[in-house]
């Protein structure tokens, strides 16, 4: 598989990540700081990709206001930046992590696309097909762009061959789903939120995950935590499972470095067997640390090692 490959953030953010032991609603809560990061879901993959030798191209949205640290991550990580600038400033999410590893998200709204600005990110979308073989499209929506903008805009990149991988959530994710995004990622969570009930068992999960590749989607990946994830496709289901993290510092990013560890294993052209044990282990290793990326190569080898695969069904 070729190496030709574009994330897109269209609503990023800085994260103040903290940790504390538990919050307590209604008083003052004191959290260790555990850093603020240029980030957003597509700029988090391209640095798992950056850190893992094969830098992509990053675009999107970036507020003119303060895109210097943004500017200076993707010189520092060798991301080519084609995002697209508008007027304010990206937003600040806070992201605080309690001893169990429960992740609370305070998302702020950030800058508004206007229909100008959109239509120029459509016209300069319209040649990727020229630039990129595979984008991945990852995270929220921007105030200014609506579900179904985001579908049509989804379904123009299909239109032109290229391979669309989808990681969002709510309306973005049902709607971007009617665009044959060759590759979606969601968690179990936002897999129940689109089958309507609760996925009690590995069956179930499997049942409503089939139902959603029946959609016209190639390949459906879905992340469960402690475990593992499941990859679906004609050539049957798989599941993976890595080894238990005993000191999980943070679990932002985890999902981010599945995909990007997905996106690597693709373009290395390996099978899916291969491709999604690496993927898992990446996403494992992204829980022991407090920032986003590959911290220590030989850790990631080391739960790739370890991580377990099981055959779930075969289609010969």
């Known amino acids: 598989m070729t190496q030709r490959i574009a994330t897109v953030t269209l609503n990023p953010a800085f994260d103040l990540v903290g940790r504390l032991t538990r919050i307590e609603i209604g008083e003052v809560n004191t959290v260790e700081t555990l850093g603020l990061y240029p980030a957003g879901k597509g700029i988090n993959v391209a640095k798992v990709l950056a850190d893992l030798g094969t830098p992509p191209t990053v ?13 200076q991550n993707f010189a520092q990580n060798g991301l080519t930046d084609h995002f697209y600038r508008i007027g304010g400033k990206t937003r600040i999410n806070v992201k605080i992590t309690e001893t169990e590893a429960d992740v609370t998200d305070l998302n702020f709204l950030g800058f508004e696309v206007s229909t100008q600005d959109w239509q120029k990110f459509i016209e300069q979308s319209a040649t990727w097909k020229d630039q990129f073989d595979l984008v991945a499209v990852c995270g929220s929506l921007p105030r200014g762009i609506s579900p179904q903008q985001f579908a049509q805009w989804l379904e123009s990149l299909h239109q032109q061959g290229l391979k669309v991988v989808l990681d969002s959530s709510n309306a973005a994710l049902t709607e971007g789903l009617k665009a044959h995004p060759w590759l979606v990622k969601p968690n179990r969570r936002e897999l129940e939120v689109w089958a309507g009930h609760p996925l009690n068992s590995r069956e179930e999960i499997i049942e409503a995950a089939e139902q959603l590749r029946q959609h016209g989607i190639e390949n459906v990946i879905i992340s469960m935590g402690e475990q593992g994830s499941l990859w679906l496709n004609r050539e049957g289901v798989l599941q993976a499972k890595p080894p238990r993290c005993e000191n999980v510092v943070s679990t932002v990013g985890a999902g981010d470095s599945m995909v990007a560890g997905l996106i690597y294993g693709l373009a290395q052209g390996w099978d899916k067997e291969k491709t999604l044990r690496f993927a898992s282990a990446t996403s494992a290793l992204a829980v022991s640390q407090s920032n986003v990326g590959i911290s220590d190569r030989k850790a ?17």
Do not use: P, R, Y
Request: glycine share 10%.
């Open 59 to 71: 675009a999107g949205f970036l507020g003119e206001e303060n895109q210097g640290d943004f500017v």
């Open 300 to 316: 990631l080898d080391t739960i790739f090692a370890q991580t377990e695969i099981t055959v779930i069904s075969k289609n010969i």
